[in-house]
């Protein structure tokens, strides 16, 4: 702790970052705020922390595992398509 | 774009004629995509309801589908308003609208306690006051397979959400879709979804946090 102390009082709070976090993993934070993001970043471990959670939160998310349909559901979907094409066919006189 | 543009309007084509095969590849595509959907509103049974008469829609209107909109964002559209028609029936939900209505209290993300309300020791207001601690070593991300008790924590957090945030969450982390295609579906606003989205990651968030923070004052 023997740094001299860095000015922070331009940058972004941890509360800004904390609520620009989902804009920043957008990429739709104009390049100046994007800028000061990273800025914010590069100084703050919390803040590092945080966003890879939120990423982590997002990835834990895409890795669940869905569930499995039943066969039985798509037969009767089936059965759906071919009465609607017969009920096509025959109004295809009119 | 133009590929996916151009794959839909053959479908659609083949469709039209009443080929099966075209049937059965959007069948493959969006099926599972239509029903994990139905299910955010109503019962298992009740999906496959909601499935049965998406798939009929789309069947009855594909002659006047106009392919300004990707045909799978049209497919799981009708399948959100089918799924909402069937929830307001039985009135498994409050309405869709009403929940939209209250959603735009501001909501902070994080409690706001966890920050510095004045500067201290030279550190402005706003920065943490709490900071986060890092998570336990996890599998690597590759390692697609997540213990069953953090897929349960996940759950259970998205399962307490409210409904236009759970929607969107759904859509966009749980079943990968775009950002423009929920903005399709849902008929929002780019902001709008993202604002959603936001206030749903960063609940989940919360929740996984607390359950590893415990964890480790468990001792494991
Ligand atoms: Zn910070």
């Not at chain 1, 934070?29 to 939160?57: D, G, K, M, N, S």
Request: aromatic share 6%.
């Amino acid at each position: 702790m023997t740094n001299e102390p860095l000015d922070l009082t331009g940058m972004l709070t941890c509360q800004e970052v904390v609520e620009l976090v989902t804009t920043y993993h957008e990429h739709l934070l104009p390049p100046e705020e994007h800028q000061r993001f990273e800025a914010h970043l590069a100084i703050c471990p919390p803040c590092r922390t945080y966003v890879a959670q939120i990423a982590q939160t997002v990835r834990m998310m895409g890795a669940l595992t869905a569930e499995q349909e039943s066969a039985e559901g798509t037969l009767v979907l089936l059965d759906l398509f071919r009465d609607w094409k017969r009920g096509r066919t025959l109004s295809d006189t009119d | 774009m133009q590929a996916q543009i151009d794959d839909d309007l053959s479908l659609i084509i083949a469709l039209r004629q009443g080929d099966e095969t075209a049937y059965r590849v959007l069948l493959t595509r969006y099926q599972s995509l239509v029903l994990r959907l139905a299910r955010m509103y109503v019962g298992h049974e009740a999906a496959e309801e909601v499935a049965q008469e998406t798939w009929l829609a789309v069947l009855h209107h594909i002659d006047n589908f106009e392919p300004r909109a990707p045909l799978k964002s049209w497919i799981l559209r009708i399948a959100v308003n089918k799924a909402r028609t069937l929830a307001r029936r039985e009135d498994r939900t409050i309405a869709f609208s009403s929940l939209l209505a209250n959603d735009t209290s501001s909501e902070s993300a994080v409690p706001p306690d966890r920050f510095l309300a004045r500067a201290t020791n030279g550190i402005p207001a706003g920065w943490w006051a709490i900071p986060p601690q890092p998570w336990p070593e996890m599998q690597s991300p590759e390692d697609a397979v997540l213990g069953a008790e953090v897929q349960t924590i996940i759950n259970q957090a998205i399962l307490l959400l409210r409904h236009p945030q759970r929607e969107v969450i759904m859509l966009r982390d749980i079943q990968g879709l775009t950002a423009q295609e929920v903005c399709a579906i849902l008929d929002i606003t780019e902001t709008h979804q993202r604002v959603l989205l936001h206030r749903a990651r960063t609940k989940v968030r919360t929740a996984l946090d607390r359950y590893f923070q415990e964890g480790q004052n468990n001792d494991q």
